[in-house]
């Protein structure tokens, strides 16, 4: 079984406690599983979920001619410059990547 498989089963085992409204200690007593494993799995669980959370996300974009006035889109403390013929699919991406730093 490969590390990724391990991962995708451990998190699913979390999940499935998280979701079942038992204990901690219950829910290992049903499962056949320590209460150490447990918590084992949901502190890496966490720190899996904050590592993807912190990951930054570059989008390449056109350099603007000189001529061009950009419309200036804000959100939050941040802005982002749309130039005639930008492609919605980027501005989706972009969007999606600010969202995502503010979970």
Known sequence: MTLEEQ?????QQVNDFRASGLTATAWCTEHNLSISTLRYWLTKCNRENKAGLKQ???IELKQPSLKEVPVILKIGVISIELYSGFQAETLREAIAAIRSTWV
């Open 7 to 11: 991962s995708m089963i451990r998190r």
């Open 56 to 58: 930054e996300t570059f």
